[in-house]
Nanobody
């Protein structure tokens, strides 16, 4: 079974940066698209970013373009990262690492999830 463990969240002031990490196991890493999905209480979950090695695609939600960068490392450890710069209070959410076979998708229900990490951005 796929296991996904996100870490790196915390409290940061607006304009600051955080780097989220996700340790991935139980799947053939390069055969899966890896995404970061966030959940704000009372709002729909949102795919923030996704990367797929199968077709070389990368996706960013409009709200984070130019500020967030997704990357992955399958050479040493199966990990996926989300570098978040110029953080805004509206980025406050629980961030989850998620996996989907082969290609990126915006269909939240199709993802395998892990435990999330809280990101809080103060104004």
């Amino acid at each position: 079974d796929v296991q996904l463990q996100a870490s790196g969240g915390g409290l940061v002031q607006a304009g600051g940066s955080l780097r989220l990490s996700c340790a991935v196991s139980g799947i053939t890493f390069d055969d899966y698209a890896m995404s970061w999905i966030r959940q704000v209480p009372g709002k729909e979950r949102e795919v923030v970013s996704c990367t797929s090695k199968s077709d070389g695609s990368t996706y960013y939600a409009d709200s984070v373009k130019g500020r967030f960068t997704i990357s992955s490392d399958s050479n040493t450890e199966n990990e996926v990262f989300l570098q978040m710069n110029s953080l805004k209070p509206e980025d406050t959410a629980v961030y989850y690492c998620a996996a989907h076979a082969v290609f990126c998708t915006l269909q939240i229900s199709e993802y395998d999830w892990g435990l999330g990490t809280q990101v809080t951005v103060s104004s």
